[in-house]
């Protein structure tokens, strides 16, 4: 038996413990929002949060989670509600597929940096492909949370 | 709003169970679960309208979603039409049916096929709506108006929509409607944000993938690793060991062209299970006769194939003649790889057979074409099967072609249980419908002021119809006509196609034949102009010529004037011309396709050998533009599709199989290497034309020619990468 802890509550499941966050996450505990771009760590569309850190779910095994705390893009955390609203507000999301992912980076950068320069910004987010293009109003999106954020 | 309990997004997501039955309502950033009062009636003017007496308005989309915006692009259309409210809109996404029209969202023509159906419905609705207050209040419908979901006499009176439900139900939607002066449009021609944008930025919006069924299996399938072999034999133990596999089955091949590949399928309790069963498995396969396909001998063998006569497709004046007048002449090659679409979504699918019934539950561009594929497979009859259409995490014309579709059917109906067939990333960079490679030649010649007096191109490439009948070799005449509507006035020019045997599935990719023809083009008339000393903006505009209709083969008519106007905006835009920091430079491009007209300007950098590019300037005219949102981001993701070809895009076969596996060797552009991308779109009442695909082809021919103007070298081959540019 695996204990995971998502989005505030335990899950405890049994699986292979070499299976990877994301399927478990996905097929067994059934948050679908977290997504599969390429299982081997390029694209970063299975990013979760890992004690407010983003991780790549498809390359961690369930049993390497142990007590560390997870947040999913169904999660709430204060970073990932802000950036939602800014992805709304510059309409960032094209097919939407990669968008879980990139708020969970986004959200990451902004917990370990409040005012991230445009470097910062690029060498977060270079883990994450987006195929459809969305990379200018993620940015864009992402300054304006910064923007909030000092605005208090 | 009545009976609407407004709730948090959390307590909404763990709610979804109690919703059912109620109506789901997004808007803006709140949602409501609207509880489904019992009186709730429903009028239903047409398919794609439900008005509900409580004021809400369901609209259908029929076309899929990939991120190109049209659920709402369509949507809004109707809602303008009818003076509705748009808070009050919800989209409701159609299943695979021929009632709904042609369905196929491919080739940018959703919007401009449906624009004026659109209208014309939301209009009748309208009418209907008036007419039914002018029933209640005895008056003349010529007294009354609609605005904002209310029908409004002259004193100012109202009455909402919702209200007028019960005496509409009962009259006779009008045929013929007057549509609405352009200058009142509230919605169509504005930034309207998409509808979809909360679900899709916050985990919930269900793609393919993200489908659940309950019992529903995970399958992952083998397949040959050269096109169209087949399944000697397998060896199933090692994938049954493994914890989750529940079964082996093999699935067949069918020779057609949306059939599946054929293999081995592996069916699990889990995706993850699946994955590692079908690693596990053994197969022993008939290579077939494509298992010696190697692309860097086809190449060669293509590049011959330019390099002599080949097939005129199109001739004006004397071409030779004209080469010998000339005071010089130039001639180059340029040779561009497969490409994959490789959309963030793999291709997957979830299908329930039961008996001679079938649901299925996918993301998919072509759901009527899906319900004929999966009919035909299962030998029943079309009503038998539901075709819903999910969300899309990205299509590009992959997803118009439903194999993958027909593999879960056939899964399905092995194991006698709902399933989802998920595609490995491998799978999908491996075994894709790969657009064409292609050997183009092309040779022009210049009299003493440095005109162009001929002009030929040649070009050679694996045809899209060699997937529709098998063994052809020579391109459709789609195919030709990106290059032989080339609308330079030039008094000599020659197409002439060579032959292209294809060794993979061929199938069109976002902007197709317009990304190889665009590219030599626009290359070529770059060297053209800098064979004549004359400025490359200048050079193109004199090309193009005179303004003039080119006549067409449909009611769109071939412009020169807007396609002179499009390339002059985009270099004002970036200012051509105008000094820029060391190692800095422009280069333009300019491409008609989809019946739009676009230009970038793109300013790029060549420090140490490595490029990069800072700003892009793109300008299209797609006639009216019906929303502006989506028009500037497709022309952004396009700028970027448009790169990530230019830099990384290369499909590679050894030995018959595929080279490239996942985005490590099939690699895309990321954040850091994105520039600014400034889009302008032409102001116009002309019929709406393409968006999605016409700004692809332009970007790849601007990067070569800013890099010839930043470094003196021309690259004439793709991708950059291949020249350690980046
Ligand atoms: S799915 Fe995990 S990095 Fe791509
Ligand atoms: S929005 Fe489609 S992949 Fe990013």
Redo the contacts between chains.
């Keep these: 038996m695996t204990k995971l802890k998502i989005n505030g509550e335990i899950h405890t499941i049994d699986?292979?413990p070499d299976?990877?966050l994301?399927?478990a996450i996905?097929?067994?505990i059934?948050?679908?929002?977290?997504?599969?771009?390429?299982?081997?760590g390029?694209?970063g569309?299975c990013m979760v949060l890992m004690d407010g850190k983003a991780v790549n779910s498809c390359q961690l095994p369930v049993s390497s989670v142990g007590e560390n705390e997870l947040i999913?893009?169904?999660g709430?955390t204060e970073n990932l509600q802000l950036l939602?609203?800014s992805?709304?507000e510059h309409?960032?999301?094209?097919?939407?597929?990669?968008?879980?992912g990139q708020?969970i980076t986004a959200t990451a950068l902004l917990n370990g940096n409040s005012n991230p320069s445009e470097e910062d910004?690029?060498?977060a987010?270079?883990r994450?492909?987006?195929?459809?293009?969305?990379?200018?109003?993620?940015?864009k999106a992402i300054n304006h949370s910064v923007e909030l954020k000092n605005k208090g | 709003m009545k009976d609407v309990k407004n709730v948090s997004r959390r307590s909404f997501l763990k709610g979804l169970g109690l919703a059912s039955g109620g109506l789901i309502i997004a808007s803006g950033t709140t949602l409501f679960v609207a509880c489904e009062p019992k009186d709730i009636v429903e009028f239903n003017p047409n398919l794609f309208v439900q008005l509900n007496s409580d004021g809400n308005l369901i609209l259908v989309a029929s076309r899929s979603e990939m991120g190109q915006g049209v659920r709402t692009s369509l949507t809004s259309v109707i809602a303008d039409e009818m003076e509705a409210d748009w808070d009050r809109v919800s989209i409701s996404q159609a299943v695979g049916d021929v009632k709904y029209g042609d369905q196929n969202t491919d080739g940018s023509k959703s919007v401009r096929l449906l624009f004026e159906e659109m209208r014309k419905i939301g209009a009748a609705t309208k009418a209907v709506l008036i007419a039914a207050a002018a029933k209640k209040w005895e008056v003349p419908a010529s007294e009354l108006r609609a605005e904002n979901h209310f029908v409004i006499n002259a004193n100012g009176k109202k009455i909402g929509f919702g209200d007028l439900v019960e005496i509409a139900k009962t009259l006779d939607v009008p045929k013929d409607v007057q549509l609405k002066d352009p200058k009142d449009f509230k919605y169509i021609g504005k930034y309207l944000p998409s509808k979809d944008v909360v679900t899709l930025s916050n985990g919930s919006a269900v793609f393919g993938l993200d489908k659940r069924v309950d019992n529903m299996k995970f399958a992952a399938i083998k397949r040959c690793p050269v096109a169209f072999g087949t399944v000697k034999s397998y060896d199933k133990t090692a994938a049954l060991k493994i914890k989750g596999v529940i079964d082996v089955v093999e699935i067949p091949m069918l020779r057609k062209p949306f059939g599946p590949l054929g293999g081995v399928a592996v069916v699990a309790t889990n995706t993850w299970a699946a994955f590692k069963g079908k690693e596990a498995l053994k197969v022993q396969w008939d290579l077939g006769d494509n298992n010696t396909y190697d692309s860097e001998e086809y190449m060669k063998q293509l590049t011959a194939n330019v390099h002599k006569k080949g097939k005129v497709a199109k001739t004006v004046g004397d071409v030779e003649d004209a080469f010998k007048k000339a005071s010089k002449t130039i001639e180059s090659t340029y040779q561009l790889p497969h490409l994959v679409h490789a959309p963030m979504e793999v291709p997957n699918a979830v299908v329930w057979v039961q008996g001679t019934t079938c649901e299925v539950w996918a993301p998919t561009q072509e759901p009527q074409r899906t319900r004929t594929e999966v009919s035909a497979f299962l030998e029943t009859g079309e009503e038998n099967v539901t075709v819903n259409v999910t969300f899309l995490g990205g299509g590009f014309g992959r997803k118009s072609k439903p194999d993958y579709i027909v593999e879960a059917a056939a899964v399905s109906k092995a194991i006698n249980a709902p399933v989802q067939v998920v595609w490995t990333r491998e799978d999908d960079i491996q075994h894709g419908y790969y657009h064409t490679v292609a050997a183009q030649y092309m040779k022009g010649g210049l009299d003493k002021e440095g005109k162009v007096t001929g002009w030929l191109h040649r070009f050679a490439l694996p045809s899209i119809a060699s997937t529709f009948a098998p063994g052809t070799v020579d391109p459709a005449p789609f195919e030709s006509a990106s290059a032989t509507n080339v609308p330079f006035e030039i008094p000599n020019m020659q197409v002439e196609t060579g032959e292209a045997p294809a060794h993979v599935r061929i199938g069109w990719l976002r902007s197709v034949i317009n990304i190889p023809h665009g590219f030599a083009i626009n290359v070529f008339a770059d060297e053209l102009a800098n064979e004549a000393g004359i400025d490359p903006l200048e050079f193109r505009l004199n090309l193009i010529g005179s303004d003039r209709i080119e006549e067409t083969k449909n009611e769109y008519k071939y412009d020169t004037a807007r396609l002179k106007h499009v390339l002059k905006q985009a270099a004002k835009n970036a200012e051509w011309g105008k000094k820029l920091p060391e190692g800095h430079a422009m280069g333009l491009a300019v491409h008609y396709s989809f019946l739009s007209y676009v230009a970038s300007v793109v300013e790029v950098s060549v420090i140490n050998n490595r490029v990069k590019v800072h700003n892009i300037h793109s300008v299209i005219d797609c006639g009216l533009a019906v929303n502006k949102n989506t028009i500037t981001a497709q022309m952004e993701g396009a700028a970027i599709f448009g790169m990530s070809l230019a830099f990384y895009g290369k499909i590679t076969a050894k030995d018959g199989a595929i080279e490239q596996t996942n985005f490590g060797d099939y690699q895309m552009l990321r954040m850091p290497q994105a520039p600014k991308i400034h889009v302008e779109i032409v102001e116009n009442n002309e019929k709406p034309t393409g968006v999605g695909e016409p700004g692809v082809p332009v970007i790849a021919p601007a990067i070569v020619n800013a890099i010839f103007k930043a470094t003196g070298t021309r690259y004439k081959t793709l991708p950059l990468k291949d020249h350690k540019l980046v």
Aim: aromatic content about 12%.
């Design positions: 699986v292979d299976m990877p994301l399927w996905r097929d067994i059934g948050f679908t929002g977290t997504k599969f771009g390429c299982g081997k390029f694209c569309a999913t893009v169904e709430e939602q609203k992805w709304e309409n960032v999301p094209q097919c939407g597929f990669c968008q879980s708020l910004i690029n060498n987010m270079v994450n492909i987006c195929r459809c293009g969305t990379y200018p109003r993620i940015k």
